[in-house]
C-alpha cells in the first residue's frame, strides 16, 4: 500500500511540474492543483496508513495521529482559494490580452508570428 502511495504521490508531482512548464495559464492552473493534490496525499500518508484505528487516545492501543487529516483538510480549503484567485487572474489577463501566454509578451499571437 505504501508503494502505491509514492508512486501515485510522485506521479502527481511529475504531472504537475510538467504542467507548470507550460506557456498558457490554464496548464500552469492544472498544474498547481496536481502539485496540491501530491502535497494532501503526502501529508495523509506522513499521520502513517493504519486501519480500524481510532484517532482518540486511550480508546485503542495504537491510536492514529489526527493532524495530519486536519493539515490536509485546511489544505484543501487553501488551495480550493488559491485556485480561484489564480483563475479569475488568468481571465482577467485573457480579457486584458486577448491571449492567455504566460511569457510576459503583449500583443495577440497573430502579432508575434
Same mark, same amino acid.
Request: proline share 5%.
Given at each position: $500500500?505504501? *508503494?502505491? %502511495?509514492?508512486?501515485?504521490?510522485?506521479?502527481?508531482?511529475?504531472?504537475?511540474?510538467? #504542467? $507548470?512548464?507550460?506557456? +498558457?495559464?490554464?496548464? /500552469?492552473?492544472?498544474?498547481?492543483?496536481? #502539485?496540491?493534490?501530491? /502535497?494532501? #496525499? %503526502?501529508?495523509?500518508?506522513?499521520? +502513517? *496508513? =493504519?486501519?480500524?484505528?481510532?484517532?482518540?487516545?486511550?480508546?485503542?492501543?495504537?491510536?492514529? !495521529?489526527? #493532524?495530519?487529516?486536519?493539515?490536509?483538510?485546511?489544505?484543501?480549503?487553501?488551495? %480550493?482559494? $488559491?485556485?480561484?484567485?489564480?483563475?479569475? $487572474?488568468? *481571465?482577467?489577463?485573457?480579457?486584458?490580452?486577448?491571449? !492567455?501566454?504566460?511569457?510576459? =509578451?503583449?500583443?495577440?499571437?497573430? !502579432?508575434?508570428?
Amino acid at each position: $500500500m505504501e *508503494l502505491f %502511495f509514492a508512486l501515485t504521490i510522485g506521479l502527481l508531482t511529475a504531472v504537475g511540474t510538467y #504542467l $507548470m512548464l507550460r506557456l +498558457r495559464s490554464f496548464p /500552469v492552473i492544472l498544474g498547481l492543483t496536481f #502539485l496540491s493534490y501530491a /502535497v494532501n #496525499l %503526502f501529508l495523509f500518508t506522513a499521520g +502513517r *496508513l =493504519k486501519t480500524a484505528a481510532a484517532p482518540i487516545v486511550g480508546t485503542t492501543e495504537a491510536p492514529s !495521529d489526527p #493532524l495530519p487529516q486536519a493539515l490536509v483538510l485546511t489544505a484543501i480549503v487553501i488551495s %480550493f482559494g $488559491m485556485t480561484a484567485v489564480m483563475v479569475m $487572474m488568468a *481571465l482577467g489577463s485573457y480579457l486584458e490580452l486577448g491571449h !492567455d501566454r504566460t511569457d510576459a =509578451k503583449t500583443g495577440t499571437p497573430e !502579432d508575434q508570428a
